[in-house]
């Protein structure tokens, strides 16, 4: 049966008061229920384009470092070249000073000079006579010969520093187109920092954050990394007179050696060669290299695996995969630049001197070097 109008007014009019005076649901669930859950796609997008920044922002200030590098390697190879022009000069009028008495010596050699010594001998009156006129023949015709060689001598180093010269001015030839590319890389690398800084939820916010990173890398961040792979090439360079006094390491193998060498044992023996390294730490793991350290602020990783080398000698080499700084990546340049700077190799021949290193392989927490006899 159908309530009349004013019995349903009366129920809807209960039940709104029964609901005010229900309690107030928690803070954080009338968050929740206000505001996108946290890990939203857009948020996550916000952090890769923050991310991606930063990193464009290292990659700019390397490439400006790199730029620092092969100018102040430019100007070094102009002051060579300048200064070999001008020695080859000087050499050029030396040689034509030597052209000339070489000339002379073997006109007088081959049109007059032959028949008077000669003739000297044909007058000869004693034992004496002879001995004098053979010695005076010897010594003319050896400051002749002395006179030709030296010409040809010189002769030939000019050729050789000459040929040196035109290495160096295709090396500086192709140093400058290099410097004028990568000058054009970082030009457009900023316009396209600036682009994107502008596009970003805050700009204002994204610049500051650049340049706090791009500050701290400058001022401490690159001299740490550096540091660090200082310490770390010394060390290494140290390593095989520190296997001699732990021959435990070190096992006979079927036609050559074995070494087993822990991530852990490493690292013990890099903080007793240099407390700088107590807070770096390897780990042998998944067929790669991890290095990391922190110090303060700085947070410095590393990512590779060893190599083995025949040249200059025999030995494993570490390559870099990958460098990060407070987790960014950095780039390319600034892993070659260490490369070239710092060696964390390990050789065989301070070790034993009869073996070469055949394989390395990075196990669970350890690296296997595998020797072969090298008679």
Known sequence: MLKSFPA???????????????????????????????????????????????????RIAEIDKELDRAQESRLKLQQRIADSE??????????????????????SYYMGKQEKLLGALLHVRSLG??????DLIDLVLRGDRALIAEYGERSARLREDLDQLDQERAKLA????????????LDGLRQQLELRIAESDDPEQARSRIESVQQLWETEGRDKLRSYFKALAKAMNQLPDWLKEHP?????????YALTLPDDTLNRFLQEQDPALASFRFVFENGQVAASGSEGQLKLEATGRYEVVEK????????????????LELPQSTIE??????????????????VRIDSVQIEAHELRLRFKFSL
């Open 312 to 327: 200059p000698k025999n030995g494993i080499r570490f390559r870099i995969g990958g460098l990060r700084f407070n987790g």
């Open 86 to 107: 001008e020695e080859l000069e000087l050499q050029e009028e030396r040689l034509q000073e030597r052209k000339q008495q070489a000339g002379r010596s073997l006109a």
């Open 248 to 256: 435990e390491h070190l096992k006979l193998d079927a036609g050559g």
């Open 129 to 134: 006579d002879l001995m004098r006129a053979l």
């Open 8 to 58: 349903r007014l009366a129920l809807w009019l209960g039940l709104l008061t029964a609901l005010l005076q229900l309690p107030a649901p928690p803070a954080a669930l009338r968050h929740a229920l206000a505001s996108p859950p946290a890990s939203s796609p857009a948020e996550g997008g916000s952090v890769d384009a923050g991310r991606q920044l930063l990193e464009m922002s290292l």
């Open 174 to 185: 192709a140093l400058e187109l290099q410097l004028t590319q990568r000058r054009g890389q």
């Open 337 to 354: 630049e260490l490369e070239q700077s710092f060696n964390l190799g390990f050789y065989p021949g301070k070790l034993i001197s009869f």
